[in-house]
């Protein structure tokens, strides 16, 4: 690691206040060097791998990095803060800043050696040491390893990095129950004394997007959790210096499985059959002890995995510790993830429909008993039809994947089965809402049963599809599918009633809906609620001005900073400029995530800002009576659009709106800003809300 840091890439009295600020004066130490070649472009980067997961860990430590074609060679800048930046960490801010720097084509070898040093981290005399270190060039040794020794930190921190090398290439690293702790001692006697006993075995993948840091903390987390546990615990780190995989035999040895990822695990059915858990990488970081207990316990009940596709983060049916409402929103996330390209290709399909061939399509003979090559009608109505089956799948799997983000793959049969139940009985949306939710539930608890060891491997296929699916199948036709139904059919009737000025405040409430949280749970429930609406063959009015007014009010946030940063670029950073050219596209799109750069940066400006502007968008939208049978395309789809003019009349005023709120909010904050002495106020407040300050 000589040559990836030096005395001039260290700053032990970083002044930044923001983690964009920190990450612009350590890129600047690399531009300065010649190590990153283009300074804003690089500051993209790492802030586009920021936008994808918070970079700060427990203990106060922040990581900011990424691949970049504007990097020359792999480089490490270090940064101490005297009074903490917000990198997103669960336990406040952090005082130690890694910035780690990888050119695109980063050769195995040197991000063999960034691994090293994202496992030293873990190490807490490393970290005490990086804290206590009185001049740069002892840091930039102490980092590298080759300090000399004035404690044990820098001796334990380099006899790790020497092994860290040798992990991040075999992935066979064992943290076996050794002399390493009372508990591994404590074992090794026992085992002295009954041979026949072993310690509990485990295999762990740990994987994150960048795959540079969290991979291989995750997995020095959790190998000294293992030894503390007196468990044997095998890694393999599916980085981007790329993955071995672990031994067969190895696999076939364990007792349980611990997946720590935020990617998708390669060839994750080699873990078949196996106690697993399954969590953000994060959580292996700062949480293994409770993982391997987790597990354990799962191993314990006979709990076994099916070797399903991997689960993104969204899918997951949430990590131990972690409220209902935090769960329930993550299960029914899972369902709107996969619906929403059934709505996307299924709408778009039938908006084309209509557009070519006029109203009347819906009413067009099947295409299998009549269509005619060379007419215009004929491919109308392929496209209506075509879209229409693609709209059938909307509530199955709505359905199916709420429970599949319960009960992962067994959840499935029973929840697509309850969707298209929900579909027979007229029940709709909230029917497959209440399917999804009681199909998991079942599941789950059909799995905490303690089943013979002989029956263990036909559970997934057989027992559990078959039990869950005749108790969910029970309860929609018997039970609770007539009041679903009702309740679907008053919500649509009143619906079909609203007008006036109870359409149009309905219009306000969805806009800010969609504008509170930008992508998130609020904007996707207001969206979901609008494409349940026209998700049928022939959709009222009222449904279409719904959905109109939805997409009016989700374009205007990423259109009104684009707006923002080319009428004022001065109250915005480089960065934020740079994110400004692209949020045209993105609001033009109807992509709302397209605002949440600035959202993280300045949350008590931006969102109450476009709040207000998708609020009068909504309105004046239903105001208008624009309707729209299309569930998305922006700006794509205005032909497609009822009173296409008064529509984007509505869109303009609510972007000009949000603009000149966000302009005067920042303003007034620069003002405020220049009227103070000194920055200290600022720090001050930011330690105490936890929001940025101004660079």
Known sequence: MSDMITADLVDLDLSADTKEAAARALAERMVALGRVTDLDGFLADVA????????????????????????????????????????????????LIFLIAAPAGADDAHLTILSSLARQLMNTEFTDALRSVGDAAAAAALI????????????????????????????????????????????????????????????????????????????ESLENAGREAGVEVTVETQGSAGFTRLDPAVIAAADAV????????????RFAGKPTVDVGVKAGINRPAELIAEVREKAARGEVSS????????????????GYGTKLRKWLMSGVSYMVPFVAAGGLLIALGFAIGGYKVDKAPSVMDHFMWMQADSWAALLFQIGGVAFGFLVPVLAGY???????????????????????INAG????????????????AIQKVNIPAALRGIMPVVVIPLISSAIVGFLMFVVIGKPIAEAQKGMTDWLNSLSGSNAILLGALLGLMMCFDLGGPVNKVAYTF????????????????????????????????????????????QTERENGKAAWVLGASFISEGAIPFAAADPLRVIPASMAGGAITGALSMAFGATLRAPHGGIFVVPLIGNPLLYLVAIAAGVCVTTALVVVLKGMRKQAGAATPSGEGAAAAAAETKQPVAA
């Open 144 to 219: 590298r390893g080759d300090e000399p020794g004035e404690s044990e930190a820098p001796a334990d921190a380099d006899s790790q990095d020497t092994e860290a090398p040798a992990d991040a290439d075999s992935q066979d690293t064992v943290a076996s129950a050794g002399a390493a702790s009372p508990a591994a001692a404590t074992v090794n006697d026992d085992s002295a004394a009954a041979p026949e006993e072993r310690p509990f075995r485990i295999v762990a993948v740990t994987s994150c997007p960048t795959g540079i840091a969290h991979t291989y903390m995750a997995a």
């Open 48 to 95: 586009a791998r920021e936008a994808q997961m918070p970079t700060g860990l427990d203990g106060g430590i922040g990581i900011p990095h990424c691949r970049s074609e504007h990097v020359t060679e792999p480089t490490l800048a270090f940064g101490r803060s005297a009074n903490g930046i917000d990198f997103g960490a669960a336990d406040g801010p952090a005082d």
């Open 402 to 424: 709420i429970a599949y983000g319960m009960a992962d793959r067994p959840g499935l049969v029973p929840g697509f089965v309850g969707g298209s139940i929900a579909l027979t």
């Open 258 to 269: 611990i997946f720590a990822h935020d990617v998708s695990v390669r060839e994750k059915d």
């Open 530 to 573: 609008a494409t349940a609406g026209i998700a049928v063959s022939n959709p009222s009015d009222s449904a279409m001005k719904i959905m109109a007014a939805v997409m009016a009010a989700g374009m205007v946030p990423p259109l009104a900073m684009a707006l923002a940063t080319t009428v004022r670029g001065k109250l915005f950073n």
């Open 429 to 444: 949306f909230l029917g497959g809402l209440a399917a999804g939710l009681i199909a998991g539930g079942v599941v789950i």
């Open 307 to 322: 070797g399903s596709a991997p689960a993104t983060p969204v899918e997951r049916a949430g990590e131990s510790g972690e």
